[in-house]
């Protein structure tokens, strides 16, 4: 035992205290950090101002003033304001102190800014009634849409304000529009249009437009959710990204301790100093503690990247959102698939002699891994459906699956996730059994590197 | 005495290819056994199933009294042909960790590696990391890993290739002093000079099975010398005389010089008078047979060998190169 602990010790002193490790654990923060910064200034560019007609054909005259009023620049800023306003709910109360300090507000108010674009200066002109429309629609097809002319000619139907009698419904409008019309533009028109026309109908029926939208009216309101702990509002964005945030931090920690797992092998493979270890240890102590050395390294990349994610939560003052409880799940699917997948590794490392020849054998374990990513959607989108259930008690990737359940906002009953856990101790107990005897045999054989049947030739003779 | 090593019976096979055959092989403790043959006689092989790295098919042994080596790990001091070192690991860090694995542990351990360090002459690289250090260099670090702990059982396999004459000698001391210090060393090797220089018991094995197991006093005996090296005074003188000498059963010329051979149980000394009185002589003696004569006479003995058959064998046991890369 302190044989083993000996080779842990030296593999996790020598894979941790090495420039790259320190440098790729703080590497990965700061290129998000640069990613997130980058991405503000890509927002910032901001679209270039439109300017131009808004032709109306208005035989009812009831429409005209509407619309004119509608599409005012100050009524379009005002409109896009109450939108910013909305926006900014959605940053959790708590949390609005500290974006404000360090300019994170800002930052969202900006961006925001920039996708809405500055404020189209629209001129709605009406044309006479009589009007060709053929005629009317010519100045769509000149100019470049963004300094003067016509961007749209409206033509409101003489039903669509009153029914004649021998009609059964209302009238509408056409809408034409110049090619590669900024669709926001034709939005503001569309919804100028919509409201216009609705509250000349209101109007000529002799209905207060202000009350029917008063009786209408019905506010949107944020759940909150009921814990044990006592109400929170509901953060519809986290409970989104938690599961992909778990997923994630176990997917990285598993892969980066596997790999190490497998680089050393081979380095200690290819270097030949496997023999003098295995005068003092035996294979199996030497795999053994190569493993849990390596498993040291991946519960410290987690260590560092979960710490990370709690400090943001906390930083945003939304840590309460997080089940604790969950933590200790992420560490047990940890060891769960760490060892599935180093196991693994390391038979690979122990089986070839330099890492190329190792590509083909990983080939099968990457894309293993890969499963969980493409099952991300439709699992977080329906964590209960028979598929989820059924691939979360599905080595090797049981672990991903199942942590991707519980992470979500319908968590899986208990039984399930002790079944999960009780298939992938099954399943890491037989990889380690598998991985064992294929070190032991492959980590002296130098030359051609085995092929699939031959590995399985070692696992019957050892 | 007890047996450090005792093999019976024990084979192994690589596929096809018969590597030990049926091989028995008993060290007592405090033997210094050099172990020959050439490249590919399965010395390695042999030598790693005693340090139960490799297993055999059939056949037991036991090490320092118990049915694996893995039970002993921590009395046998190891130096496998294939050199190997944690390339990033300081030299230092390395033989430190090579002896806690060992099962050395305390503070001593950092000053003993030091000393260790100090009597290869490598003091000054101690925090070098090992990729730094030259090929030399780094046996010399191996052979100190495989002492540090002050085994009961050395085992060596090919501690000699690739150093030069300086280190060669010293090494040799050093392994000569483990043995006064009560260890039991085997060491292999192709070089049969090196074995007849260290050795007290010699054993050989060719094609993955033992031809010779004796002491080296005993091996000299056994293969009485056979051949005179005779010089005329004058390099015209007439040798005819030579062959009708008894028991003379052939003679070669070779630079001036000749060689005689003499058929088995015919007695040296009275032909070497003869030769005297026959021709005036300038030199003539006794050509003692070194191992690579015996082992070549083995060999001979059991198979038919062609003549370059013999000058490749020959070959293969006086080169230094290094051995073949083998599973």
């Known amino acids: 035992m302190n044989k083993v602990f000996h080779v842990a010790l030296r593999e996790f002193v020598a894979t941790v205290a090495t420039k790259g490790f320190i440098i790729g654990i703080v590497i990965t923060p700061v290129i998000i950090l640069i990613a997130i910064v980058g991405m503000r200034t890509l927002l910032n560019e901001k679209a270039p101002r439109i300017e131009g007609e808004v032709a109306v054909v208005d035989p009812t005259g009831e429409v005209f003033a509407d619309v004119h009023d509608y599409l005012r620049p100050e009524a379009i800023a005002e409109r896009r304001g109450e939108l910013k306003e909305l926006a900014e709910e959605q940053i959790p109360e708590a949390a609005k102190p500290f974006a404000a300090s360090t300019g994170q507000g800002e930052a969202a108010r900006m961006a925001l800014d920039a996708v809405l674009g500055e404020v189209p200066k629209l001129e709605v002109v009406r044309l006479d009634d009589t009007a060709d429309v053929e005629a009317a629609k010519q100045p769509l097809l000149s100019g470049d849409g963004t300094s003067g002319g016509r961007l749209a000619l409206l033509v409101i139907h003489d039903d669509a304000v009153v029914k004649p009698a021998d009609r059964e419904e209302l009238g509408s409008y056409d809408l034409f529009i110049r090619e590669k019309l900024d669709d926001r533009i034709k939005d503001e028109i569309t919804g100028g249009v919509r409201e216009a026309i609705v509250e000349a109908r209101l109007r000529l029926a002799g209905l207060d437009p202000g009350e029917i939208q008063a009786l209408t009216r019905v506010d949107r309101v944020r759940s909150r959710t009921v814990t044990a702990e006592g109400e929170k509002e509901t953060n519809e964005i986290l409970n989104a990204l938690m599961p992909m945030a778990f997923m994630l931090l176990l997917f990285v920690s598993v892969l980066s301790g596997g790999q190490g797992l497998m680089t050393t092998t081979i380095e200690d493979k290819s270097s030949r100093v496997v023999e003098v270890l295995l005068s003092a240890v035996s294979p199996m102590q030497l795999m053994t503690g190569k493993i849990i050395g390596q498993m040291a390294v991946g519960l410290v990349i987690l260590g560092a990247y979960a710490g990370m994610g709690v400090g943001a939560l906390a930083a945003f003052a939304v840590v309460g959102m997080l089940d604790y409880s969950l933590i200790v799940y992420l560490i047990i699917f940890y060891f769960i698939a760490f060892f599935v997948v180093a196991s693994l590794m390391a038979a690979i490392g122990a089986a070839v002699n330099e890492m190329r020849e190792a590509q083909t054998f990983m080939t099968p374990v990457m894309l293993t891994l890969i499963v969980p990513w493409v099952l991300w959607m439709p699992i977080s989108r329906d964590p209960n459906s028979t598929f989820a259930v059924v691939t979360s008690f599905l080595p090797p990737i049981n672990s991903f699956v199942m942590l991707l359940r519980m992470s979500s906002t319908t968590p899986p009953p208990l039984w399930q996730v002790w079944l999960s856990i009780l298939v992938g101790v099954a399943s890491a107990y037989a990889a380690v059994w598998f991985a064992a005897k294929v070190f032991r045999i492959g980590i002296l054989m130098f030359g051609k590197p085995p092929d699939f049947r031959t590995l399985v030739r070692w696992v019957r003779m050892a | ?327």
Request: neutral net charge; proline residues 5%; charged residues 30%.
């Open chain 2, 1 to 327: 005495m007890a047996d450090a090593i005792h093999v019976r019976g024990v084979t192994k096979t690589f596929g096809p290819k018969v590597a030990v055959r049926d091989l028995d092989l008993t060290v007592p403790e405090g033997g210094l056994y050099g172990f020959i043959g050439p490249n590919g006689a399965g010395k390695t092989t042999t030598i790693r199933m005693v340090m139960s790295i490799l297993f055999p098919d059939r056949g037991e042994l036991s090490v320092l009294g118990h049915k694996s080596a893995l039970e002993a790990k921590d009395r046998i001091g190891y130096l496998p042909e294939e050199r190997g070192v944690h390339r990033k690991m300081k030299v230092g860090s390395f033989l430190a960790y090579v002896a806690r694995l060992k099962g050395q542990k305390g503070s001593g351990l950092r000053h003993k590696v030091h000393a260790w360090l100090e009597r290869v002459g490598l003091a000054e690289v101690e925090n070098k990391r090992c990729e730094e250090l030259s090929k030399g260099m780094q046996q010399k670090i191996q052979f100190v890993s495989a002492v540090l702990h002050e085994p009961e059982l050395l085992i060596l396999d090919e501690p000699f290739s690739g150093l030069d004459p300086v280190n060669m000698r010293l090494l040799r001391d050093l392994v000569l002093e483990q043995h006064r210090r009560g260890a039991t060393i085997i060491f292999s090797t192709h070089v049969m000079v090196q074995a007849e220089q260290i050795c007290r018991q010699i054993v050989m094995i060719n094609d993955g099975e033992k031809v010779l197991d004796d002491s080296l006093a005993e091996i000299r005996t056994r293969f009485d010398p056979r051949t005179i090296l005779f010089e005329p005074m004058s390099r015209e003188a007439d040798a005819s005389p030579l062959e009708r000498i008894g028991g003379v059963e052939r003679v070669s010329r070779a630079d001036g010089a000749y060689e005689i051979g003499l058929a088995d149980g015919c007695d040296p000394s009275a032909a070497m008078r003869e030769i005297v009185a026959a021709i005036p002589t300038a030199r003539i003696e006794l050509h003692r047979p070194t191992l690579e004569d015996v082992f070549i006479r083995i060999v001979q003995g059991s198979q038919d060998a062609s003549a370059r058959d013999v000058e490749r064998l020959r070959a293969s046991l006086r080169s230094d190169a290094p051995a073949e890369a083998r599973p």
